[in-house]
Each structure stands twice: as structure tokens, then as C-alpha cells.
RNA sequence: GGGCGGUUAGCUCAGUUGGGAGAGCGUCUGCCUUACAAGCAGAAUGUCGUCAGUUCGAUCCUGGCACUGCCCACCA
């Protein structure tokens, strides 16, 4: 016996109940299942800086999709949940809250500090977790990690250490990415490019004792304090002279040689380029070559330092350059000014310029974990979603250049290195030793830098599952199997996870990669913290519920795009809401659940649809669901999520709804107990299915009417998935069905062109020879008098169209609606023409087709069947509305 | 400068082997019909960006162009 629902849809009253019965009962834990086979997903680990965003809401719904389909098809699914440390970024947030105090980080002392992070990170660790629970996202929360707990730390010291002794790790003095507010230096890719609108100085340098000069443009007029060389093309004729000569920056008294280097391009300005080292990444290349000075000239804050003249120590490097040009230009070595667009690298955390500063650093030599990794992907033991990403990875790996993993924060896996005050030997291990291996000295200090965050989270897929210890989860989940993620990242971490994957584990990490697009604002811009456009998943929850968050994000998503979501905001009235799709579809399922629920009788016992005596329409909708099966299971497994989606809209709206249920009413309310309860039977059958195809989707509106469902025990989470039955499809109900929706489409389309009112019973009459048409009539009466809001039905060959009669065709019958004195006969002709040219149209088009020679020489046979039945549909279809017409034109 | 997308109904977008253009929202008409007005029934709306090519046939394949977005890149 089933339970009653109550009479709105609120999701706040079961959503929570749920996700706690589903924990209490251990249902997120792998169990192995008739498959026998793991099925494995690692959450990307959200960022421990705030709450989560529509992003995360878009990438955890598909994988809690993916991972719940899977358990439900017998995989003994894992989903490994847990968070990123996010090093700077999280260092970040603190030094701004510190910062609102006046206080700075050096205010504290480093184990202070990181205390105080560390408050931080769980405080928002916390609310993720909170935030996706509230999703519903069945995660195996024993499983939980942090890229920076002590396990995940004992796996990066483990890699650290392996890598430095193989020589792949290694400390170099080189130039970096150096962002001057956070302090640290950055890899390559934490720096974005931005074009900005700038200058360019033309600035002279006297040839020393000449009254010669030379002309160089900078955009960076502060760097010339730096500078130790200028530089020529080798080739170019014009500078060649200079070879023994020397140069003096103006405003000082050092004198600089040049250089002659293939890297300057002589077309370019004047073809001679100043050359800072310490300053620039080119000129540091061409540093090197030449065996110049690397001359520091700022300080890690970009002040400039001692090693300028005296005016400008201590100046910001900005004001440094606006006293330098003016100097300049006072003292006759400003040539011109201008305007000038380039790309200005940006600290991609604080959007701070960043200066490329010369300093010691670690890095990681790629090369040797490239290859692996560019086969792995080539050979298609890594999968991905959708393919075109492949050529981005490769060509990043095919680029690839050392990974700066050292950066200046105190928030982050300190670098294992331990160097022994008395020799200076770099000794990488785990523990302070005790005594050194050159000199047998005791005395130990610490590398004082931490490690890139990505430097832990390249080993996400192992360390998750105990790795560097050998345990049972490691060699029964890994490889796991799909990953889910936005292609933003497919450097810092997709790559990245596939060379270490490789390289510690021998195995590929996963073997499918499935890109989502990127969440958008309704008006297509990212979603940011400075425009506040952005929408907060609980918001969305607390309005809408988490299926109906679920289901819009999977409804719009599609593989090739971004996804574009409005959400109601007070202080925009034009503000749409996206997620009115989800919530419409829920409330939609509710009320047909509770509608069936209501009219059970508490002695209803359910039995076997396909054992039972079951009518067309039953055999129609069983043949639906299972055709419907196929198609979402089809979607689920290629990762179309959008298609599951509508296919299950579509089929529980329009198939179940629309026409099922309303069918069904007859036999409900006929009051014969056994032919109630068979239709209910139906009824619960297919609903029943339906919920289960639909619970990865909508995981908790499913469970609360599965369980309220007669005859059901346990958990719609461990039902099996209905999967589809080539022998469950009954091609000859779905035709009968079919045609009588078509007679039911061709009544109600006369009613409503014609604006019958409601109440206004009329006489069906359907002019057919087709034995179909004519069973389907006799048999199915009442529900056609029902859903046509017909007085009687007569269906046959012999019958006459009426006098004052509107007329439908298609291709098997004609339907009358005597409807004399209520239409206008000039509106139902013109209502025919309008239908008559349409078929006409499609008709010609279609005969052409077929008295093209070399259409019916060269189509296939198949295509040319297609045709001819097309043309004679068309031309019975087109008949029958010509003769319509010529009646209604008699009778003037 | 290189690479990758997008351009289909008023809006947002589907359209997977080239063979009668779809959905949701919005609009119009009629309905409180024994679940659902967050609903029901019906209707309207498209030179599928543009030009060429391949083909019996192109929204789909190839090339050019236009607009648009993203990623990569050391040009002083």
C-alpha cells in the first residue's frame, strides 16, 4: 500500500531526511555489485578559499550522476571526496583579513600564521562539505582528504625526495614570475596575459667618449638601471662599429658593452635592445649566452634597491620610472614617447604586474615525464571529452618547460630539504637528519620556501587512495575511471596528474577525461566576485531545492559550450531565473505521483504488467520506457547529460503524463476493482522505472516517492538501473497507439482552431478503412471521447462528412467535427487551404525528388522507399484536403 | 602572431554516421477538465552568418570571408 504525498512540492521537508538515510545507511560505500567491476571517480578538490560556486555545482553534479548511474548498474562505485590547500590563493584571504586589521603577515611568526590559516581552511572546508552534502553528492566520506592533512604530506615528501635524488628536482638561480604583493615567486601558467594600452621610450645612450649615441626602446624605462649590456643583431651592418665601444646609462656612471645575439630583430624599432638579465626573461637568455651581469635592482616588494644611484633607492618601481623619464627628458636623452600596446603579465591571484625577478628557486625538469604522458593520451588508454582538448594538452607537453614548484609563502608543504650549516650539502628527507653524509656535521636549517600547491594535487588520484602506502583501496580503485573537470586546468592539474600518475604509479590516473563547459552569467561573462554576478548554489537550493539545481545545470549543459544561468536578484528586475526548469519538472513529477498514490486503494496489490492482461496503451507506454532506457543509458554512458535529461523530460511529460495518465482515467475511475488495479499496476510499474532512471539526476525527489511507492523497500539509490530489452518493445501497440493519437490530435486541433468551447460535447466521425483505426475506436471509446471531449464516435469506410462539418486528414484517415452553426465555413476553409498548401509544398518538393534521374540512380534504395512512401502519404494526405475544400466550396 | 570554439525561431540553446528543421522560455487563442494555473489543449515564428566547392541531395563535409568568444605566444 502506498503512502500519501503532500499536496505541494517542498523539497526543504525531505532533501536533508535523505541525504542522512542515505548516510546512516552506508549506501555511498563501495559494495560490490553484480558487475564486479570498481567504478571510481576523485572529486577535483574544491579550492579551501570560500563557499562553492556554480562551477563546482555544474562539475560535482555530473560526477555524482556518473558515480550513482554507475552503482545502480552493479560497478562497486567509489566517489573520493576532499579539498586543496589552494597555497597562495588561501594565504591570500588571510592577509587580507589581516591587512582590514592594519596587520601584515610579518607581523607574526610563521607558526602563527599558518595556525591562523589553518583556521581558515577548515572553517571553509567545512562549509564545502556542508554545501556538497546539500547537493547531494554520495561521496564515501571516509575517503575525505586535504591536500595538506598529514597523509597527503607524507606523499608529497615521498615524491619530493624521490625526484630530487633522481636529479629531476633541482635548485637553480633563474628568472621567475615574481608577483611583488604576494611575495612569491609563480609558475608560468599562475601568470595571465592582459593587453594593455602603454608606452614606449626611445631613450639615447652616449657611446663613451664619442659624441656618438645610440637609440633603444623600452617599456620599461626603470630596468635600465639594470642594465649591462646593449645588444645587436649579429648581422646587422649598422651597429657592427660599435664592437669595441662601451656605453654609458644615462643618469649614471656605469658603462655597459655590447652584445651581438641572433634574438634581436633589427627590423624592430631601432634594432638595438637594452639588456637587463636580472629584469627580463629575454635578456636574461642573452645574459646567460654572454656571460653578463645579473644586476638586481628591486627588492621582492618592487622597490628599487642599493644597486641604483642614490636618488631613486627606495622608490616604488612605478615612481622610480615616472622620476627616471623626467630626468631624462630633462637631460636631453628622451628621444620620443609612444604609444604602445602589449601584454602585461598579472599575478593570476592578485591581479598585481608582475616582475620578473632573478632569485633561487626549485624546479621540477619535465621533459622526462612528458613522454610518457603525450603516449598515453595518443594511444587512447586516456579518453577525452569531448577530443578536441587533446591538441591543447599536447601541445603544452610538446612545449614543455621546467615547473617553478618553490614559492615564498609560508602556507604550504615546506620544501624537504635540509642543508647542514657547517658544509652547506642539500640533504632532501622527510625528517631532519641527524647528522650530515659530507661532513658529519649536526647543525640543520630548512629550505624556508613551500611547495607550489599543484605539487600535491598532481598526485591527487594515488595519494587519495593511501599511496605511498600500499593499500587495499590503492590496488582495488586505481586507475580510476572517469574525471571530471574544466578544461581551465588541464595544465596545472590534468597533465600534470597523468605524468605523476605514470611515473609513480606505472598506471595511467584515469582513463576517461570528461571537460565541462564553463557556469556563465545570463549574459555570457564569467562569474566573479567584482561584477557579483555570480550565484550561490545554496541560494538555489534554499529557493528551488537541490534536484531542481541539478537538473537545470544537466539540462542546459552541453559539451561543446559554457552554460549560461540567471538567477532571481533583488537589485536587477530584468533578472531571469534559470532554475524555474528544474523546479517545474519536479513539481510536475510530484503531482503525478501524488495523483496515483491518491486514487490506490489500501487493498491494492501490485502485480506483473507483463504477466497481466494488458491493453494497447499499456504495451504503448511499457514500449516507451524501454525505448526511453536505451536512449538515457546511451546518453549516461557518452557522457551527453543533456540528452538523458530531455529524454526523460519528454518521456515522463509529454509520454506518461500527457497521454498515459489522462488514459488511464477511465479504467481508474471505472469502478471495476480488477481493471483498476491492473492499470495501477502499469502505473506504478513505469513511474517506478522512470524514478529509477531519473535518480542520478534528481536523487532525492526520486527516493522520497520511490520509497512512498506500494511495495517498495529499501533505498531507490541500490535499485538496479532499468536497463533497455530489445523484447519489451511492442512495435505493433506503438503503431496502433499512434494512429489513435493522431485522430486524437486531428479533433483537438479542429476544437482549438476552431475555438469549440470546453463544454461543447460533439460527434467524432472517422472516415478510415484501416482495421487499426477502426479496433482502436470501438475498443478505446471512452478514453478518445474523453480526451477529445467527443459525444459519440462513429469510425468506418462508409462514412459520409455532414453537412457543415470541419474535416482533419492524415495519411490513414479523415476526422469530421459536425460543428454546423459554430464555425464559420470561410475560417475552416481557410484553415484547409492553409493545411493543403503546406502538404502541397512538401509533396512537390518530394516528387521532384523522385523524377530526378540521377536521385533515383545514385540514392540508396532505403532513401528511395523513404521517398516513395513520403510521396504517397503526401498524395492520400493532400487528396483528402482538396476534397474537404471542393465540399465546403459546393455548399455556398 | 598561432591554436580552438561559436554564428539555427523574439531569447537561451539541441540537432553523432549528409536524405521531410527541434526543445525550453516568451508570444497569441481557449480552458480553474475528478494530480499539477509551476497546469491543460491548440496556434504562430526560421534565405540554419556569408560566398564558393564536393554530392543525385548540404544546417551537417571542404575552402574562403565576416562578426564573436576563449586559450597559447619573449618581440624590446
Known sequence: MGKELSKSYDPALFEDKWYEYWLKEGLFKPKKGKKNETYTIVIPPPNVTSVLHMGHGLNNTIQDIIIRHKRMQGYEALWVPGTDHAGIATQNIVEKELAADGKKRTDYTREKFVDRVWETALKHQKSIISQLRKMGCSCDWDYNSFTFDEKRSAAVKKVFIELFNKGLIYKSKYIVNWCPRCGTALADDEVDHENRSGKIWHIKYPVKDSSEFVVVATTRPETMLGDTAIAFNDKDERYIKFKNAKFTIPLTDRDIEPIYDSYVDPEFGTGAVKVTPAHDPNDFEMGMRHNLPFINIMTGD?????????????????????????????????????????????????????????????FVNMKELAGPALKAVADGKIEFLPERWIKVYNNWLNNIKDWCISRQLWWGHRIPVYYCESCGRMEAASEQPDRCPSCSGTVFRQDEDVLDTWFSSWLWPFSTLGWPE????????????????????????????????????????????????????????KMSKSLGNGINPFDVINRHGADALRYTMVAIVSPNQNLKLGFPNEDDKESVDSFEIGAKFANKIWNASRYILMNTPDDFVMSDPYKNNCDVFDKWILSALNDAALRVNEALESARFNDAAKELYHFFWNDYCDYFIELSKTRIFSGDKTVKDGVLSVLFYVLKAF??????????????????????SGSIMVADYPEFDKDKTDKDAKLKASKFFNILYLARNIRGEMNVPLEKRLEILIKT????????????????????????????????????????????????????????????????????????????????????????????PDVIEKEKSKLEEFTSLSDKLAKNIKMLENMK
Open 470 to 525: 600500499k593499500t587495499d583501496s590503492l590496488s582495488k580503485f586505481y586507475p580510476t575511471s572517469t574525471l571530471v573537470t574544466g578544461p581551465d586546468i588541464i595544465f596545472f592539474w590534468v597533465a600534470r596528474m597523468i605524468m605523476a600518475g605514470l611515473y609513480f604509479m606505472g598506471d595511467i590516473p584515469f582513463s576517461r577525461v570528461f571537460f565541462t563547459g564553463m557556469v556563465m552569467d545570463i549574459q555570457g561573462r
Open 691 to 712: 524514478l529509477k532512471m531519473l535518480h542520478p539526476i534528481m536523487p532525492f525527489i526520486t527516493e522520497e516517492i520511490y520509497q512512498a511507492l506500494p511495495g517498495v
Open 302 to 362: 618592487a622597490k628599487m634597491n642599493e644597486n641604483i644611484p642614490e636618488k631613486y633607492r627606495g622608490m616604488d618601481r612605478y615612481e622610480c620610472r615616472k622620476a627616471l623619464v623626467a630626468d631624462l627628458d630633462a637631460a636631453g636623452y628622451l628621444v620620443k614617447v609612444e604609444d604602445h600596446q602589449n601584454a602585461v603579465g598579472q599575478c593570476y591571484r592578485c591581479k598585481t604586474t608582475i616582475e620578473p625577478r632573478y632569485s633561487d628557486q626549485w
Open 769 to 860: 478503412n484501416d482495421k487499426d483505426i477502426i479496433e482502436m475506436c470501438s475498443g478505446y471509446e471512452k478514453e478518445l471521447l474523453s480526451l477529445a471531449k467527443g459525444e459519440k464516435i462513429a469510425a468506418g469506410a462508409d462514412i459520409l462528412k455532414p453537412k457543415g462539418a470541419a474535416a482533419g486528414a492524415d495519411e490513414y484517415c479523415e476526422v469530421y467535427l459536425p460543428l454546423e452553426g459554430i464555425i464559420d465555413p470561410a475560417a475552416e476553409m481557410e484553415r484547409l487551404k492553409k493545411e493543403l498548401d503546406k502538404v502541397s509544398k512538401d509533396f512537390q518538393k518530394t516528387k521532384a525528388k523522385l523524377e530526378n534521374e540521377s536521385f533515383v540512380a545514385k540514392a540508396p
